[in-house]
T-cell receptor, first 118, second 115 residues
């Protein structure tokens, strides 16, 4: 039973280019979360998605960042026109579907994608 | 604004001793609290979850307490081992007032267990 998979593990982009980060949740999980971790800082929530729906994007910058979780295929976090400040580790997590407004389940994290903007 | 504080200084202890890590929060009414472990270059790994109506939770050598009056959680590792050396993250999820599933993390406390 494979865990959360993220690719690429390392991504180097020049300023102004686009970065595409992919996340395949654990089998049977329908909730995906993206977090960003800057050097020497904690994890910051960016966006929470279910299949074909963005549930909560309150942590995602309004410009240049977008996320999707299509019916088929992985979740994708897209950063357009990257800047040096986007350099960070981006983690994806997944959790299983639960009923009710509060999910008491733990989140399973992938290994992260380390983005470096030159 | 909501704030989660963990001791930013590294905690150094001798093997065999009990490590105690603290997580304090303000302006928050979490439904539950989680603790994760993160090793360098890796994603966080879930350790324990404690709900707002629970005082204490145990799992093997780990123990978590949750005091919603003090707005504090303590995380204990008994009989610590060098392999326990890592960064430990406290995470909260929204309560009835927000209904948010996404986690808010503290900045973590680095634990170093000396042999």
């Amino acid at each position: 039973n494979a865990g959360v998979m993220q690719n690429p593990r390392h991504l180097v982009r020049r300023r102004g280019q686009e970065a595409r980060l992919r996340c395949s949740p654990m089998k049977g999980h329908s909730h995906v979360y993206w977090y960003r971790q800057l050097p020497e800082e904690g994890l910051k929530f960016m966006v929470y998605l279910q299949k074909e729906n963005i549930i909560d994007e309150s942590g995602m910058p309004k410009e240049r960042f977008s996320a999707e979780f299509p019916k088929e295929g992985p979740s994708i976090l897209r950063i357009q026109q990257v800047v040096r400040g986007d350099s960070a580790a981006y983690f994806c997590a997944s959790s299983p579907r639960t009923s009710g407004p509060i999910s008491y389940n733990e989140q399973f994290f992938g290994p992260g994608t380390r983005l470096t903007v030159l | 604004s909501q704030k989660i504080e963990q001791n930013s200084e590294a905690l150094n202890i001798q093997e065999g001793k009990t490590a105690t890590l603290t997580c304090n929060y303000t302006n928050y009414s979490p439904a539950y609290l989680q603790w994760y472990r993160q090793d360098p270059g890796r994603g966080p790994v879930f350790l324990l979850l404690i709900r707002e109506n629970e005082k204490e939770k145990r799992k093997e050598r780990l123990k978590v307490t949750f005091d919603t009056t003090l707005k504090q959680s303590l995380f204990h590792i008994t009989a610590s081992q060098p392999a326990d050396s890592a960064t430990y993250l406290c995470a909260l999820a929204g309560g009835a007032d927000t209904g948010r599933r996404a986690l808010t993390f503290g900045s973590g406390t680095r634990l170093q267990v000396q042999p």
